[in-house]
Protein backbone atom coordinates (compact mmCIF):
# COMPACT_ATOMS: atom_id res chain seq x y z
CA UNK A 1 0.00 0.00 0.00
CA UNK A 2 2.31 2.29 0.87
CA UNK A 3 4.73 1.48 -2.69
CA UNK A 4 1.50 2.30 -4.74
CA UNK A 5 1.03 5.45 -2.71
CA UNK A 6 5.04 6.20 -3.14
CA UNK A 7 4.63 5.47 -6.68
CA UNK A 8 2.10 7.89 -7.16
CA UNK A 9 3.07 10.33 -5.79
CA UNK A 10 6.52 10.21 -7.74
CA UNK A 11 3.90 10.36 -11.10
CA UNK A 12 2.54 13.07 -9.64
CA UNK A 13 5.65 14.86 -9.39
CA UNK A 14 6.87 14.28 -12.73
CA UNK A 15 6.65 16.79 -14.99
CA UNK A 16 4.54 16.42 -18.46
CA UNK A 17 6.85 16.60 -21.58
CA UNK A 18 5.06 19.46 -23.28
CA UNK A 19 3.05 21.80 -22.02
CA UNK A 20 -0.19 22.71 -24.61
CA UNK A 21 -0.95 26.02 -25.77
CA UNK A 22 -3.13 27.84 -22.93
CA UNK A 23 -6.72 26.72 -22.45
CA UNK A 24 -9.33 28.94 -23.26
CA UNK A 25 -10.89 30.01 -20.19
CA UNK A 26 -14.27 29.92 -20.40
CA UNK A 27 -16.32 32.60 -18.85
CA UNK A 28 -17.78 31.40 -15.46
CA UNK A 29 -21.23 30.05 -16.02
CA UNK A 30 -21.34 30.19 -19.57
CA UNK A 31 -20.93 27.14 -22.55
CA UNK A 32 -19.59 27.29 -25.87
CA UNK A 33 -22.03 27.58 -28.20
CA UNK A 34 -20.85 25.13 -30.95
CA UNK A 35 -23.30 22.59 -30.34
CA UNK A 36 -26.12 24.74 -30.72
CA UNK A 37 -25.37 25.82 -34.28
CA UNK A 38 -27.30 24.84 -37.07
CA UNK A 39 -25.07 23.85 -39.93
CA UNK A 40 -27.06 24.13 -42.19
CA UNK A 41 -27.65 27.42 -42.42
CA UNK A 42 -23.96 28.57 -41.92
CA UNK A 43 -22.91 30.76 -44.56
CA UNK A 44 -19.66 33.49 -45.30
CA UNK A 45 -19.64 35.39 -48.03
CA UNK A 46 -16.57 36.62 -49.61
CA UNK A 47 -14.36 33.31 -48.57
CA UNK A 48 -11.78 31.75 -49.97
CA UNK A 49 -13.25 28.56 -51.50
CA UNK A 50 -10.25 26.59 -49.51
CA UNK A 51 -10.20 28.06 -46.38
CA UNK A 52 -13.65 28.21 -45.60
CA UNK A 53 -15.70 29.05 -42.51
CA UNK A 54 -15.85 25.32 -41.02
CA UNK A 55 -11.61 25.81 -40.45
CA UNK A 56 -12.85 28.71 -37.99
CA UNK A 57 -15.87 27.21 -36.56
CA UNK A 58 -16.15 23.90 -36.68
CA UNK A 59 -15.10 22.23 -33.16
CA UNK A 60 -11.71 20.51 -34.37
CA UNK A 61 -11.28 21.98 -36.95
CA UNK A 62 -10.55 25.65 -35.20
CA UNK A 63 -8.30 23.92 -33.32
CA UNK A 64 -6.16 23.10 -35.60
CA UNK A 65 -2.97 25.26 -36.34
CA UNK A 66 -2.89 24.62 -39.76
CA UNK A 67 -6.52 25.43 -40.56
CA UNK A 68 -7.97 28.97 -41.58
CA UNK A 69 -10.71 30.83 -42.40
CA UNK A 70 -9.57 33.29 -45.41
CA UNK A 71 -11.19 36.32 -47.29
CA UNK A 72 -11.16 36.16 -51.33
CA UNK A 73 -11.46 39.19 -53.31
CA UNK A 74 -10.42 41.78 -50.31
CA UNK A 75 -10.33 41.64 -47.01
CA UNK A 76 -13.97 41.53 -45.51
CA UNK A 77 -16.14 38.68 -44.36
CA UNK A 78 -19.36 38.20 -43.44
CA UNK A 79 -20.58 35.28 -41.39
CA UNK A 80 -24.21 34.40 -40.92
CA UNK A 81 -24.67 31.67 -37.62
CA UNK A 82 -27.98 30.33 -37.25
CA UNK A 83 -28.79 28.72 -34.01
CA UNK A 84 -31.27 25.40 -33.15
CA UNK A 85 -32.48 27.29 -30.60
CA UNK A 86 -32.31 30.87 -28.84
CA UNK A 87 -29.51 31.60 -26.86
CA UNK A 88 -28.05 34.07 -24.81
CA UNK A 89 -24.75 35.49 -26.20
CA UNK A 90 -21.76 36.17 -23.72
CA UNK A 91 -18.68 36.62 -25.09
CA UNK A 92 -16.72 35.95 -28.59
CA UNK A 93 -13.41 34.46 -28.82
CA UNK A 94 -11.96 35.06 -32.21
CA UNK A 95 -8.00 34.26 -33.11
CA UNK A 96 -6.18 34.91 -36.00
CA UNK A 97 -2.30 36.05 -37.54
CA UNK A 98 -1.00 39.48 -35.81
CA UNK A 99 -0.99 41.04 -39.58
CA UNK A 100 -4.34 39.24 -41.61
CA UNK A 101 -6.41 38.69 -38.09
CA UNK A 102 -9.58 40.88 -37.63
CA UNK A 103 -9.63 44.43 -36.32
CA UNK A 104 -13.24 45.76 -36.74
CA UNK A 105 -15.64 43.26 -36.08
CA UNK A 106 -19.05 44.12 -36.13
CA UNK A 107 -22.19 41.90 -34.60
CA UNK A 108 -25.72 41.63 -35.48
CA UNK A 109 -28.82 39.75 -33.44
CA UNK A 110 -31.32 38.15 -35.62
CA UNK A 111 -30.39 40.16 -38.78
CA UNK A 112 -31.18 37.70 -41.15
CA UNK A 113 -30.15 38.27 -45.14
CA UNK A 114 -27.72 40.81 -44.85
CA UNK A 115 -25.18 41.52 -47.79
CA UNK A 116 -22.18 43.53 -48.34
CA UNK A 117 -24.89 45.97 -50.08
CA UNK A 118 -26.32 46.80 -46.73
CA UNK A 119 -24.62 46.01 -43.73
CA UNK A 120 -23.77 49.39 -43.24
CA UNK A 121 -27.78 49.88 -43.16
CA UNK A 122 -28.02 48.65 -39.94
CA UNK A 123 -26.93 49.35 -36.37
CA UNK A 124 -24.52 46.57 -35.26
CA UNK A 125 -26.04 45.27 -31.95
CA UNK A 126 -21.97 45.44 -30.36
CA UNK A 127 -18.85 46.43 -32.36
CA UNK A 128 -15.40 45.33 -31.63
CA UNK A 129 -12.02 47.10 -31.83
CA UNK A 130 -9.42 43.37 -31.95
CA UNK A 131 -5.82 44.40 -31.07
CA UNK A 132 -3.15 41.81 -32.39
CA UNK A 133 -2.85 41.05 -28.59
CA UNK A 134 -6.74 39.79 -28.64
CA UNK A 135 -6.11 37.91 -31.68
CA UNK A 136 -3.02 35.75 -29.90
CA UNK A 137 -4.12 35.16 -26.01
CA UNK A 138 -6.81 33.05 -26.68
CA UNK A 139 -9.47 34.94 -24.48
CA UNK A 140 -12.61 35.62 -25.26
CA UNK A 141 -14.06 39.50 -25.18
CA UNK A 142 -17.08 40.01 -23.33
CA UNK A 143 -20.06 41.63 -25.22
CA UNK A 144 -22.76 43.83 -24.71
CA UNK A 145 -25.14 41.01 -22.92
CA UNK A 146 -28.41 43.06 -23.18
CA UNK A 147 -28.07 43.14 -26.81
CA UNK A 148 -27.85 39.42 -26.95
CA UNK A 149 -30.95 38.04 -24.53
CA UNK A 150 -32.87 36.17 -27.21
CA UNK A 151 -30.51 35.26 -30.46
CA UNK A 152 -32.15 33.13 -32.94
CA UNK A 153 -28.75 34.04 -35.41
CA UNK A 154 -25.54 35.86 -35.54
CA UNK A 155 -24.15 37.87 -38.12
CA UNK A 156 -20.50 38.56 -37.85
CA UNK A 157 -18.84 41.53 -40.30
CA UNK A 158 -15.22 41.72 -40.46
CA UNK A 159 -14.82 45.22 -42.20
CA UNK A 160 -11.16 45.31 -41.82
CA UNK A 161 -7.54 43.19 -40.37
CA UNK A 162 -4.60 44.23 -38.38
CA UNK A 163 -2.57 45.44 -41.36
CA UNK A 164 -4.82 46.63 -44.19
CA UNK A 165 -3.79 43.83 -46.31
CA UNK A 166 -6.26 42.19 -48.86
CA UNK A 167 -6.84 38.74 -47.01
CA UNK A 168 -8.38 38.81 -43.57
CA UNK A 169 -7.59 34.86 -41.96
CA UNK A 170 -9.23 34.25 -38.87
CA UNK A 171 -8.07 30.64 -37.09
CA UNK A 172 -10.76 30.29 -34.50
CA UNK A 173 -14.39 31.86 -33.69
CA UNK A 174 -15.72 30.68 -30.28
CA UNK A 175 -19.09 31.88 -29.01
CA UNK A 176 -20.12 31.34 -25.55
CA UNK A 177 -23.08 31.90 -23.89
CA UNK A 178 -26.05 29.92 -22.57
CA UNK A 179 -29.15 28.53 -24.34
CA UNK A 180 -32.52 30.19 -23.31
CA UNK A 181 -35.49 27.55 -22.53
CA UNK A 182 -38.47 27.81 -24.54
CA UNK A 183 -41.32 25.93 -25.09
CA UNK A 184 -40.66 23.30 -28.46
CA UNK A 185 -44.18 23.88 -29.83
CA UNK A 186 -43.96 20.31 -31.62
CA UNK A 187 -44.09 19.20 -27.97
CA UNK A 188 -47.41 20.37 -26.65
CA UNK A 189 -50.28 17.82 -26.56
CA UNK A 190 -53.44 18.93 -27.31
CA UNK A 191 -56.44 18.71 -24.67
CA UNK A 192 -59.45 17.84 -26.23
CA UNK A 193 -62.91 19.56 -24.56
CA UNK A 194 -65.13 17.09 -23.48
Not at 47 to 57: E, F, G, R, T, V
Not at 91 to 99: I, N, R, V
Request: with cysteine; aromatic share 8%.
Amino acid sequence: MAAANTAAAAAAATPSPAAPAPAVQVPRGQVDLVDFIDWTGVECLNQDSSHNIANALKQGYRDDEGLYLASDSDEQLLIYIPFMQVVKLHSALFKGPEEEGPKTVKLFSNKEHMGFSNVNDYPPSDSLELSSNHLVENKPVTLKYVKFQNVRSLTIFIEDNQSGSDVSKIQKIALYGTIVDTTNMKDLKKIEEH
